[in-house]
């Protein structure tokens, strides 16, 4: 009625054995062999670093990590639900102490069907009656299965099983119930001819005569499994002598965890700190490794890659000529607009791009600057250079794509998504808007391939030159195109020609004294296509008192209901 007894693992040469080959193998290995309880995946994971074979899902103590007793309390679906992590956290066999099989025959076919597909190596299925009761509360006054009743669930169990090495161990509780030993024998045989791939033996004696005397008489009929839990004391050579195959250690890391857990948190309860205890628990980075952090960082690296790697280098060291009235005791970038620094709009609008990994370069009244969301480096010598020094001291950390602005900058966020989305290794935003480049007083005119006649979509366009001071007077064979607005992106790529580039300027007697335009004409005279995205107005800069104000009136109009502006 049942399938045969499976007695050769069938383990593919050179591949790892399955789990239920491994168990099957522990099962019929000559040597006494060795599981540890488990009760969740950070102690199933903890069992195989300790070097064990395989783990036992304990009943007892997966019932007790819920805070329920081990009466079937916690459903066998919530039990299966906590197998399925710990087989995920450790890749040993897991032989699942399935009580009484949760019900009948039938509870038992569809129990073996879910243990299989969640990778559990093995049940064992003990003859008492469902709801049980632990073996150590009231043993004799639990009652027994009827042995036929529960030899037919082995079977079912055996004739549902697809994987031929899935084992279903038979735990004879008749000593436990005070049944004697021929009792305990005579069950033995009938479960073993109904299927079992092994007999678990239990006691509750504190020596172990009688698992001694049912081996002996037992004489190797099939593997023998024992849970010396109360017979603990016994050297581990009188289980080898007596020939048992398999010992449970059932319980020992939730009395463990248990016995930790009370006394540190009475510790931490009664002295109100956390100091005399940090040194006797594991460290946060432990548990994270018990986690398999560095994976997800790797994972994410490798998947996260595009998103991961966006940054910006904000160079924010000036004080701002023409704003001395304002930036006594702060530096221009943290000038209040619309209720919050300039700096924290340019970083709102970083992050919203998921720009998150952003460089901010200080010089003047660094202390002022508000820290949180960026990484914060200093130009010492603010005081006697200017933008392409206070860069330099951002290059190094750059490797991705990279969005390098002013730090006065306020904008509409598709001006920045634009840019950030460019395909090129190197991109400029341009305002084409006539007001951007009629006013004198400002710099960093841009001269582009073509003029932006905003019927300019999907052609190309090139930067051909940036110049910083004065528009030069307009030429009709060369008018300006725009403005560049202060915002440059390299792609990951073009990091290592911007650094190259950089290498040369900084060969320049006047390298103190160059700017940003300074660097996008040295990019350009080594061959480099800067694409323009053009826009029209949409941002603004804050250089005088005139921009400041024009910025707040700006930062207003952006936010949803209009704040104070104070
Ligand atoms: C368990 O670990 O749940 C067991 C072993 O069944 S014992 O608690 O000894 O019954
Ligand atoms: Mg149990």
Redesign the pocket.
């Known amino acids: 009625m049942n399938a045969q007894m499976e007695t050769r693992p069938a383990a593919h040469a050179g591949a790892t054995p399955s789990r239920s080959a491994r168990l099957r193998q522990m099962l019929l290995s000559e040597q006494l062999e060795f599981i540890m309880?488990a009760h969740n995946g950070i102690s199933a994971r903890i069992v195989r670093e300790a070097g064990f074979k395989g783990i036992?899902g304990?009943?007892?103590?997966i019932s007790a990590q819920f805070g329920v007793r081990?009466n079937n309390e916690a459903s066998w679906t919530q039990v299966v639900d906590m197998l399925e992590f710990m087989a995920d956290a450790s890749d040993l066999p897991i032989l699942l102490?399935g009580d009484t099989g949760y019900g009948n025959f039938n509870n038992m076919r569809r129990l073996v069907r879910k243990l299989e597909q969640r990778g559990i190596a093995g049940v064992c299925i003990e003859d008492k009656q469902f709801p049980k009761t632990?073996?150590?509360l009231n043993g004799e006054r639990q009652p027994l299965a009827d042995s036929a009743e529960f030899a037919g669930k082995i079977a079912a169990g055996k004739d549902t099983q697809q994987d031929p090495n899935f084992s279903i161990v038979a735990r004879v509780e008749a000593l436990i119930a005070g049944w004697g030993m021929d009792e305990a024998l005579r069950r033995a045989e009938a479960y073993r001819r109904a299927g079992a791939d092994a007999i678990l033996i239990?006691s509750k004696l504190s020596k172990p005569d009688e698992i001694v005397t049912f081996a002996r008489e037992w004489a190797g009929r099939a593997p023998l499994v024992i849970?010396p839990?109360k017979y603990y004391s016994t050297p581990t050579d009188v289980f080898r002598k007596a020939g048992i195959s398999l010992v449970i250690w059932?319980?020992h890391l939730m009395r463990a965890a248990t016995a930790a857990m009370q006394s540190v948190a009475r510790e931490i309860h009664n002295s109100e700190t956390l100091v005399n205890v940090e040194d006797q628990v594991a460290s946060v980075n432990e548990i994270f490794r018990l986690q398999n952090a560095d994976e997800y960082e790797a994972a994410e690296r490798l998947y996260l890659a595009a998103e991961a790697s966006r940054s910006a280098v904000v160079l924010a060291a000036s004080r701002g000529r023409g704003l001395e009235s304002m930036t006594a005791d702060r530096p221009k970038v943290m000038l209040p607009i619309a209720g919050k620094p300039l700096l924290r709009w340019l970083v709102d609008g970083f992050k919203k791009e998921h720009i998150n990994d952003i460089t901010v370069v200080g010089g003047y009244r660094v202390d002022a600057i508000d820290t949180s969301g960026i990484k914060l480096v200093v130009n010492e010598r603010y005081a006697e250079t200017s933008e392409l020094a206070s860069l330099a001291c951002a290059l190094d950390a750059l490797e991705s794509d990279t969005v390098i602005a002013y730090g006065d900058l306020i904008f509409r966020s598709y001006v920045l998504r634009g840019l950030a989305e460019s395909k090129a290794d190197f991109s400029v935003v341009v305002d084409s808007s006539p007001s951007a480049s009629s006013n004198l007083t400002v710099r960093d005119f841009a001269y582009c391939s073509r003029q932006d006649d905003r019927g300019l979509f999907g052609t190309p366009v090139l930067l051909k030159r940036v110049t910083s001071g004065k528009q030069p007077a307009t030429n009709a064979q060369e008018p300006v195109s725009g403005r560049w607005i202060g915002m440059l992106k390299v792609s990951r790529a073009g990091v290592s020609r911007l650094k190259a580039v950089m290498a040369g300027l900084r060969e320049r007697p006047d390298f103190d004294r160059l700017d940003m335009p300074a660097l996008m004409n040295a990019l350009i005279a080594e061959g480099v296509n800067i694409e323009v995205l053009y826009v029209h107005g949409h941002w603004r800069g804050v250089n005088d008192l005139e921009d400041f104000r024009q910025a707040v009136d700006f930062a207003h109009a952006q936010t949803p209901f209009g704040t104070s502006g104070e």
């Open positions: 309880e036992w304990s009943g007892l103590t081990d102490d632990n073996s150590f239990h849970v839990t059932a319980n």
